[in-house]
């Protein structure tokens, strides 16, 4: 059974920063490509940052130079590095797990940056 457990997010001031961590269990996490979503009320689901088996990474235009994705194989964990966080930023945010043609999500975490 795939998990995606996610922990982190809250309520932060602009400017700020927070970290979003995802453990994985259930997968091949070494063969898995790993990313971070985000979604607002109304809106799709987008994506924010994604990280390949490899370690190549890619970032949504609205986040980049802000935002890092990195992973750890070892431990099985993906994390989201969000510093100089805008009001925009808001959103609830989801861990993304893609192996194979499978997709597998984490629960959530809200963020919220207050003006």
């Known amino acids: 059974q795939v998990q995606l457990v996610q922990s982190g997010g809250g309520l932060v001031q602009a400017g700020g920063s927070l970290r979003l961590s995802c453990a994985a269990s259930?997968?091949?996490?070494?063969?898995?490509?790993m990313g971070w979503y985000r979604q607002t009320p109304g809106k799709q689901r987008e994506l924010v940052a994604f990280?390949?088996?490899?370690?190549?990474?890619n970032y949504a235009d609205s986040v980049k130079g802000r935002f890092t994705i990195s992973r750890d194989n070892t431990k099985r964990m993906v994390y989201l590095q969000m510093n100089s966080l805008k009001p925009e930023d808001t959103a609830v945010y989801y861990c993304?797990?893609?192996?194979?043609?499978?997709?597998?999500w984490g629960q959530g975490t809200q963020v919220t940056v207050s003006s």
């Open positions: 259930g997968i091949f996490f070494s063969i898995a490509a």
């Open positions: 993304n797990a893609h192996q194979v043609s499978n997709d597998y």
């Open positions: 990280i390949t088996t490899g370690g190549s990474t």
